[in-house]
């Protein structure tokens, strides 16, 4: 060890609320133990989608006087509609029990992050923001014994600059990944451990947020809207959420699923597209959009868990994927999955005994709640009508029936495109609707200029051979930030990376039909 090196009891990668649900349970068990978080965003909160309806179950257990604390969960729900939108109508709906939210708040998620942050780090707990894990570090037995931080500085060439700091190791008793969906040393360790070989495919949906400021008469704290059907397909899973908080801000959202089948399908678009319906622009005429965001889900629920141990740590919150995608919700879950691997961690390094998260969670009421509604997301592989009408059974059995759908990869569902036909989108209008590059800069996530490439192709030429010639450059549409160009040369098309547009959804990782491009921590 240099010096350098740092050593911790835990180490926990990712401060959203698994990370800090862990580090605050294991401090009020023992203030003594040494818990140090490590974050890539450059503040906490700063790499979370914001806007969503918390249900506050765990932080009842978390914290059982956190209105007192002054939690940021002010907007209860007072209201729920549930919709069906056609090209001009939109017809109200039985709203499924799943989404009835009364007891809930709507709120910021980043905001909630960083109050749980500040109550961490009053009780000891060690939090490094913009600092980000690139890779485990292992023992000669091969198990994780903590984590190396990447190096700061380089060019984009990836030589140091005069701002130059190398990458420090940090060693722990216990390594957490809590880096949320699709976490990058998630992914590594899934794959050493074998960590799914046991369970479905994770499958994925693509979510797209703004913010907007409206007219203080069409704000109405509380209100909660969720709609399918148009502007998607019949055979394209998704809908969308309409959060009202106080501040004449109202949160807007897309979700699209990315087992969808269209290679011309673009999930910004369809967002864009979705704010033309008069039920939405009538609200947002005269509005201000104030920022924009997009992240990957996990939508395989119940049957997509992995193993959740391995040796020298453990997968906590969306980096094991407890979504629960009937709710829509997955703050609840995550949270309450980082308090279990707390006692879990408490018993293990103070108490001496088995270290047994896994069957601890198995036996919580995480685990029974996303059995319920596993059927319900995969119900949709055959289409909106029977995906309905499966969530109308699944819910009145109380997910009782004798079997378990399966779940499928997303990036084998594209078809090429001569099998497709194009789809044409309207020109954004700058008002309500607008391109890529417009809400990228409401996206408050900067790079520098000369920073490296975090975005890896495996073979650069299957972007042309395969990508282009079969499936007519799909990457140009999933991406919502504009990220990947096709650039015409005297030798022929290539790929244009343009990295320093990323917003870190990391569909690009999920929905590439050769699953040649990696996305890595910037």
């Known amino acids: 060890m240099s010096e350098q090196d740092l050593t911790y009891d835990v180490i926990i990668v990712g401060a959203g609320p698994a990370g800090l649900g862990c580090a605050i349970r294991l401090k009020q068990l023992d203030p003594t133990l040494t818990v140090c978080i490590l974050e890539k965003g450059a503040s906490v909160g700063s790499h979370i989608l914001s806007g969503a309806i918390i249900e506050p179950r765990s932080l009842n257990e978390l914290f059982p006087d956190w209105k007192i604390m002054g939690a940021p969960l002010t907007t209860p729900v007072t209201r729920d509609r549930f919709l069906f939108l056609t090209p001009s109508h939109a017809l109200p709906l039985p709203t499924p029990p799943q989404m009835h939210n009364k007891g809930n708040y709507v709120a910021s998620l980043g905001t909630l992050c960083r109050w749980l942050a500040t109550q961490a780090e009053e009780l000891g707990v060690e939090i490094y923001p913009s600092f980000a894990a690139t890779q485990c570090l292992f023992d000669d037995k091969g198990q994780v014994v903590g984590v190396q931080t990447g190096p700061q500085g380089l060019d984009r060439e990836r030589k140091p600059t005069a701002r130059f700091q190398e990458g420090v190791n940090i060693y722990g008793k216990m390594t957490l990944l809590a880096e949320g969906c699709r976490g990058s040393l998630s992914q590594q360790i899934i794959k050493k451990y074998q960590l799914d070989k046991d369970c479905d495919p994770q499958t994925y949906g693509m979510g797209l947020k703004e913010i907007w400021e409206v007219d203080p008469k069409n704000n109405k704290p509380g209100h909660v809207i969720h709609t399918i059907g148009w502007p998607l397909d019949h055979h394209t899973y998704g809908g969308s959420f309409l959060y009202h908080m106080d501040n004449n801000q109202v949160l807007?959202?897309?979700?699209?699923?990315?087992?969808?089948?269209?290679?011309?399908?673009?999930?910004?678009?369809?967002?864009?597209?979705?704010?033309?319906?008069?039920?939405?622009?009538?609200?947002?005429?005269?509005?201000?959009?104030?920022?924009?965001?997009?992240?990957?889900?996990?939508?395989?629920?119940?049957?997509?868990?992995?193993?959740?141990?391995?040796?020298?740590?453990?997968?906590?919150?969306?980096?094991?994927?407890?979504?629960?995608?009937?709710?829509?919700?997955?703050?609840?879950?995550?949270?309450?999955?980082?308090?279990?691997?707390?006692?879990?961690?408490?018993?293990?390094?103070?108490?001496?005994?088995?270290?047994?998260?896994?069957?601890?969670?198995?036996?919580?009421?995480?685990?029974?709640?996303?059995?319920?509604?596993?059927n319900i997301r995969p119900g949709f592989h055959k289409g909106l009508v029977r995906g309905l009408l499966n969530a109308a059974f699944e819910t009145i059995t109380h997910g009782k029936s004798p079997w378990t759908l399966k779940n499928r990869k997303d990036y084998k569902q594209l078809k090429p495109a001569g099998e497709c036909s194009v789809i044409s989108y309207p020109r954004p209008d700058g008002k309500v609707?607008?391109?890529?590059?417009?809400?990228?800069?409401?996206?408050?996530?900067?790079?520098?200029?000369?920073?490296?490439?975090?975005?890896?192709?495996?073979?650069?030429?299957?972007?042309?051979?395969?990508?282009?010639?079969?499936?007519?450059?799909?990457?140009?549409?999933?991406?919502?930030?504009?990220?990947?160009?096709?650039?015409?040369g005297t030798a022929g098309p290539t790929l244009q990376i343009n990295a320093q547009n990323c917003i870190h959804c990391k569909v690009c990782d999920i929905k590439d039909p050769m699953q040649n491009i990696i996305w890595t921590p910037p």
């Open 252 to 374: 807007l959202g897309f979700v699209v699923g990315l087992d969808y089948a269209n290679p011309y399908l673009s999930p910004f678009e369809e967002f864009q597209r979705f704010k033309t319906h008069p039920a939405i622009s009538s609200l947002l005429r005269g509005a201000k959009c104030l920022s924009y965001g997009a992240r990957a889900l996990n939508e395989g629920g119940y049957q997509s868990i992995p193993q959740l141990e391995f040796p020298g740590g453990s997968l906590i919150g969306c980096a094991a994927g407890f979504l629960n995608v009937a709710k829509l919700k997955g703050t609840h879950t995550a949270l309450k999955s980082g308090m279990i691997a707390a006692v879990a961690l408490y018993d293990y390094l103070r108490q001496g005994e088995p270290y047994t998260y896994q069957e601890r969670l198995e036996k919580s009421w995480v685990y029974k709640e996303l059995y319920k509604v596993r």
């Open 433 to 488: 609707t607008f391109d890529r590059l417009s809400s990228l800069y409401l996206s408050n996530i900067r790079y520098e200029e000369n920073q490296p490439n975090h975005l890896l192709l495996n073979d650069p030429e299957k972007a042309i051979s395969i990508n282009l010639k079969v499936y007519d450059f799909p990457e140009g549409r999933y991406c919502p930030a504009q990220v990947y160009e096709i650039v015409e």
